[in-house]
């Protein structure tokens, strides 16, 4: 029988917070008056937009609420970065990611290597980290763009923005420096006026903090030269066309404000949980990695890796007792191609189809954790009776 739902898919989406949907309904109903007319009704919305504004940039080190630039969503975020950078800076043609990036970043540089531009995709070790080296070496006196994610959103490996911006900067100051930080933002501490401050566009979205679906913020500081990426309006001080999602920006600030009260303490409940999922299902299911488990690594984030076994087939049977996984990206889970950050780090072959990730949050609780605990194994187990290289009566792959 299905059980009450477990949701471990947070870095997939995030419930609405109960004071986050509170303070958005009065901008669905009556304070419905579009932010940029005249009359006084109208000054409402716009008001709550400015707080909303300053609240983000509250969580972001204090840093000018002019700075912030109110999206759709990362996605379109990670397009303005790149596409608004290389309209503002055409006589440099090169930019620098890592083959292990979110695809709103590299489906964007495989677009701008058709309109010119040079790409150096960095490859990662086995457990999803950059060489500082390579980093180092791909830099170049016609570099337009370094576009490096701050946390792995399939596997939660941290990379080290705080050093590579210092590095760019330090090599070239004319160098533009762009992190997604969609899987870190509410979670890790980002000051833009302290060990962030070589940064110069952070992308993150809305759904992945526990605000709704449909907004998202890139900061801009001063002085980068960025052109906008959606034209036709006056809208954030001419940076970015379109009426405004002032629901969502209200929902957006105030998801902010509750990030800056969460306390280390619950953070660190969350690693727990985690860790004990991990080390548990460790403990009891032969032939199982943890990728990444040697790097820097979100708390809330694993991403286990079943040897010879199918992942959609343990996510149907997940599914079957209540509980929600992923496989990897969201935004890539209708393929049925593996995983490409898993390529990257050579993970075998064995375990590459056999990926699954678990993404805690706020509102996790141990018993969750216990449940998937008791499940799991056993469903691993069942799929292995199914499996041509699965050794029944040694429970071992066959040699």
Known sequence: MRSETIYLDHNAT?????????????????????PSSMYSEAQRPAHAMTKARSQVASLLGDIGADQIVFTGCATESNNHAVF??????PKRRHVVTSAVEHPSVLEVCRAAEREGCEVTYLPVNGQGMLDIRDFVRSLRPDTLLVTLMHANNETGVLFPIEELSRITKETDPNIVFHTDATQTMGKLPIDLLGAYAHVDLLSFSGHKMYAPKGVGVLYIKRGTRIRPFLVGGHQENGRRAGTENVAGIVALGKACELAQAISAEDAA????????????LEESIPCLQINGKQAPRMGNTTNLSCHYIEGEAILYQLSEQGICASSGSACTSGSLDPSHVLKAMQIPFTALHGSIRFSLGRYTTAEQIERVIAVFPGIVARLRRLSPYWNQE?????E
């Open 14 to 34: 995030t419930p609405v917070a109960p004071e986050v949907y509170e303070a958005m309904v009065p901008y669905l109903t009556r304070e419905f008056f579009n």
């Open 84 to 89: 608004g950078c290389m309209r503002a800076n």
């Open 269 to 280: 409940r969350i690693h727990r949980l985690r860790d004990r999922l991990e080390n548990s």
């Open 394 to 398: 040694t429970n071992a792959p066959k």
